[in-house]
Every structure is written in C-alpha cells, then in structure tokens.
C-alpha cells in the first residue's frame, strides 16, 4: 500500500543559480550540496572559461559535491568523476554515470516501509545515539538503508543514498559533523531544521530523480587517487583540498557522518575516543605544506597529455607563483583567469567567510 507523506512546499527556487552567458540549462536541476569548498556558486564563471578550450572528454579529478562534474556532463563532454572520499562517488555514480535510471512510486514505497530487523541493521540507532539527529530520524536511515539493500540497481541505489546523504546535510544545523549535543537545540525556524529526515527524503528523491540526463556520452564515477584515474582525457580540471595556511582542509572530520553513510560504514574504522563517532582519517599530501609541492607536480606530470584547469585560491598555499610555474614544466603555455570569491561556511551567525581571489590555471 502507497503511504502519503505530505511535505511543504521546497523552495528550491531560492537554492538554484540563475544561470546566464549561456550556461547549459540542464545544470539549473543540479541538487546544490553544503560542501566546503563547493564550487556551485562559480559554475558560471567556470563554465566561461571552459566553453573557450576544445575538449569532448573530461576528467573531474577531485569532484566533490559534482557541481562542475555535472557541468561537464551538461556541456556534452564524456566524464570522468573520481574522488577519493565515497560519498563523492556515490553523488557522481547518481548523476554523472547514471543517464536514465530513477525510483519510481513503488520503489519510493519499498524504502518507506522498510524496516531494519537485525541488529547489525540498526548500527546508526546503536552508534548516533543523542549525537545529531533524533531517535526517529535515526531509525529512519537505518530503516531506509535496509530497503537500499533490496536494490540490485547500483544507479537507483546511487539515487536513493544521495537523497539521503542532501536530506542529512539539510538536516544538520550547520552542514558539518564535528560538534555533538541535542538534535533539537538549533530550532531556529528555518524550514530545513523542521522537517525530519523522511520529509527531507522523499523531497529529495523527486530532486534527484529529476536531475536524472542522458549526454548520450558514456561516463564513469570513480574512486581512488587522482593520479591513478585513467589518461587520454582532453582536459583534466583539478580542484584539491586547498592547503591551508591555517586551520585545516579535513574533509572526514566535517563530513564523516556523510561518508559512513554512504556505505553504511562498511570498512570504514570508527575512533573510539571521538565523541561524534569521527571515522580515521585517510592520508592526502595536500594536506600539508611539507607534501604539497610534489602532490602537484605528480598530478600535473600524470595529467601532462591533457589539458589542464586547476581551481586554486589565494588563501592556500602553494602561492599562484609556485603553481604556474610547476605547470609550466610540462604544458607549454599557462594562462590565469582571476575571480574574486567569498566562501560561507556553515548558516550559524559567527559562521566563517573568507573573501579570496580564485584562480583558473590553464595549461595548454
């Protein structure tokens, strides 16, 4: 029996880019993630650097949220999504490889009514407890996850832990997972705190599923390192971990709830002495000053066949001077394209904005 689920009306007119200069229609539908770092608010200005190289095969190496992954999708290029986290992987194999894949009513049914029975079924009741969400929005992921299993579509499976994985995001006050305390403290009226997660969900489904094309190109989400994605692509667009020159650029301590979820935690090895259940770091040379240098020049020697647009900020180092002359090395001609950026982190009123110059390194 279908259950209805009544949601109020989404304004996610208020969330999409009002796209111009001939920006691809298609990426308006594109589900804006809470990332750090995203590049959902520049997809302009990138895309007007882009549609001036000439490529039809693409490499979105660090690809994060999926924003310029599905901008290269949008522009007709055949893609490549990788990175190195899996819940990125996860968000691409939904909309970057999938091109005609979408849960229907019943399959939205299914996952409604599912419901987790085994212990090992319920490991995010047993292991959230009080941390950030409430006990209902708990057994909902559990149940929901027990109803994913029944797929045997990995692109509908894809669909279904996005929309759980943006309905989480929403979910969470402040987008990230690093501070535990009372999941009703931060009602403050806005609407995505006042939904609970299976109101978030099923919205999401019908976002995702909308968001569902076809390039009638093929294209692949990956995980792994970036020097190991495969070669020949006509242009390689990177955008790592910017190293900081304060603070961090730790992706797992901000979203470790996003990527354990994605996989249901599956090898993923959880810190015993973490008070939000962090999940062990994984090791990125981008992440310190002493490994940086040659992170780079590995990526610009792999990539050396392409053409290449790094995605870099005046806030990180290495400073523009380092890179264009470490591209420089093994392209021929490098180009800079300047963009004044501020980026948000967080919705609370102390919330960090770094006002940055972003960089578009083109190697030729």
């Not at 559990?142 to 979910?171: E, H, P, Q, T, Y």
């Not at 009372?182 to 978030?200: F, I, V």
């Not at 001077?321 to 004044?340: A, F, H, I, P, W």
Request: net charge positive; charged share 25%; proline share 4%.
């Amino acid at each position: 029996m279908s259950q209805t689920v009544h949601v109020s009306p989404s304004p996610n007119h208020s969330e999409q880019l009002q796209l111009t200069n001939g920006v691809p229609g298609q990426v308006s539908a594109f589900p804006r993630f809470r990332y750090m770092g995203s590049k959902y608010r520049l997809l302009e200005w990138i895309h007007s650097t882009l549609e001036s190289l000439q490529f039809s095969s693409a490499v979105d190496a660090f690809c994060g949220s999926g924003a310029v992954s599905y901008l290269l999708k949008s522009m007709g290029a055949s893609v490549i999504a990788n990175d190195s986290l899996s819940f990125p992987s996860v968000l691409a194999t939904a909309l970057i490889e999938n091109d005609n894949q979408k849960i229907d009513a019943d399959e939205l049914d299914l996952l409604l009514s599912s419901k987790a029975r085994k212990s090992s079924e319920k490991f995010i009741q047993k292991t959230f407890s009080g941390i950030f969400y409430t006990p209902e929005d708990l057994e909902f992921l559990d149940n929901v996850w027990s109803g994913i299993r029944a797929f045997d579509c990995k692109f509908r499976s894809s669909l279904a832990i996005s929309a759980l994985l943006r309905s989480a995001v929403k979910r969470q006050p402040r987008g990230q997972f690093t501070v535990a305390g009372d999941p009703e403290r931060y009602k403050d009226g806005r609407r995505d705190l006042q939904l609970s997660l299976k109101e978030h969900f099923i919205e999401q489904i019908q976002i995702y599923n909308s968001a569902v094309f076809t390039n009638q190109y093929s294209n692949k989400a990956i995980s792994g390192d970036a020097t190991e994605v495969p070669k020949g692509a006509d242009l390689v667009y990177l955008d790592p971990p910017y190293v900081p020159r304060s603070d961090d650029n730790c992706y797992v301590k901000r979203y470790h709830f996003l990527e354990g979820l994605s996989c249901y935690w599956e090898g993923k090895e959880i810190l015993a002495d973490s008070k939000v259940k962090k999940i062990a770091k994984p090791f990125t040379p981008f992440s310190y000053r002493r490994t940086a240098d040659e992170a780079f020049a590995n990526l610009f020697r792999h990539f050396s066949d392409s053409t290449l647009v790094l995605s870099y900020s005046s806030n990180a180092y290495p400073d523009l001077k380092t890179l264009v002359s470490g591209m420089k090395k093994y392209k021929k001609s490098v180009d800079v394209v300047t963009r004044e950026h501020r980026y948000h982190f967080g919705t609370h009123k102390n919330a960090n904005r770094n006002e940055v110059t972003e960089y578009l390194i083109i190697g030729h």
